[in-house]
């Protein structure tokens, strides 16, 4: 076993060290893109247990009986990419927890959940959503570290913080699990926090005028469509600007 994984580390290796001059086309980039991949995710088979992926410590589920759930999006697990150790593994099964901010799979056997090192971690894909680790200190205007939601990464871009706290209740009150979304525009390497239209208009008066008439015109509403909204104005903003 020791001799095959080291075989595919090595082959792996050498033909990542070809020069790119061997993609002479668009078509050929692609065919040799996905032969790496496919390379990559034949030698995480063969090693097994020892991918870095499956060295996380052991999750346990909070067994309190409470309305909703404490994941990304459902109560059970999602597809997507984990960027992990500078490797990607995708098509994995996986949890995003939004309380904790943890990745949670299962380990190799299928028989137990592990939780991922945020450190090892720096981005990943599911259901279709980008979510990037980024730093407050190394990042202008962030209150904490954190993963982010990618929403829209031209410029501006914006991003959002997904967050989940378990309130416990109170007599009659059911304990249950509240999301909170907090959105920051992206501008010039600083992120502003964004809270309804005023905040955003506030931060692109050069163009106050035609994003109101933006507004207006494709009845975008800010209070029940918050998210959507931002996204959209911003998108427009970054096509007048750029």
Not at 30 to 56: C, F, M, P, T, W
Not at 181 to 203: A, E, R
């Given at each position: 076993m020791k001799f095959i994984c080291l075989a595919f580390a090595g082959f792996i290796f050498q033909l990542s060290g070809i020069s790119p001059l061997y993609a002479q086309s668009p078509a050929d980039?692609?065919?040799?893109?996905?032969?790496?991949?496919?390379?990559?995710?034949?030698?995480?088979?063969?090693?097994?247990?020892?991918?870095?992926?499956?060295?996380?410590?052991?999750?346990?589920?909070?067994?309190?009986?409470?309305?909703?759930?404490?994941?990304f999006e459902m109560d059970s697990m999602l597809t997507g990419?984990?960027?992990?150790?500078?490797?990607?593994?995708?098509?994995?099964?996986?949890?995003?927890?939004?309380?904790?901010?943890?990745?949670?799979?299962?380990?190799?056997?299928?028989?137990?959940?592990?939780?991922?090192?945020?450190?090892?971690?720096?981005?990943?894909?599911?259901?279709?959503?980008?979510?990037?680790?980024?730093?407050?200190?190394?990042?202008n205007g962030l209150p904490s570290d954190g993963y982010y939601e990618r929403l829209y990464g031209g410029e501006p871009g914006i991003y959002v913080s997904r967050t989940k706290n378990l309130v416990v209740g109170m007599g009659s009150v059911e304990t249950k699990y509240i999301q909170y979304?907090?959105?920051?525009?992206?501008?010039?390497?600083?992120?502003?926090?964004?809270?309804?239209?005023?905040?955003?208009?506030?931060?692109f008066k050069d163009e106050q005028d035609a994003l109101k008439k933006y507004i207006r015109t494709n009845r975008l509403n800010f209070k029940k469509n918050l998210e959507s909204s931002l996204v959209l104005t911003t998108i427009y903003y970054s096509r007048l600007k750029y």
């Open positions: 980039s692609l065919v040799y893109k996905e032969s790496i991949s496919e390379l990559h995710r034949i030698y995480i088979d063969e090693i097994g247990d020892n991918a870095q992926i499956y060295h996380g410590s052991e999750y346990i589920r909070n067994g309190e009986k409470a309305i909703g759930f404490p994941y990419t984990i960027y992990y150790q500078g490797n990607d593994y995708p098509d994995r099964q996986f949890f995003y927890n939004l309380v904790s901010g943890d990745i949670v799979i299962y380990n190799y056997a299928h028989n137990a959940l592990i939780t991922l090192s945020p450190l090892k971690a720096d981005s990943f894909i599911i259901d279709n959503h980008i979510f990037l680790q980024l730093s407050a200190k190394n990042s979304d907090n959105y920051f525009v992206k501008y010039k390497n600083v992120f502003y926090p964004v809270d309804g239209k005023n905040s955003l208009l506030d931060l």
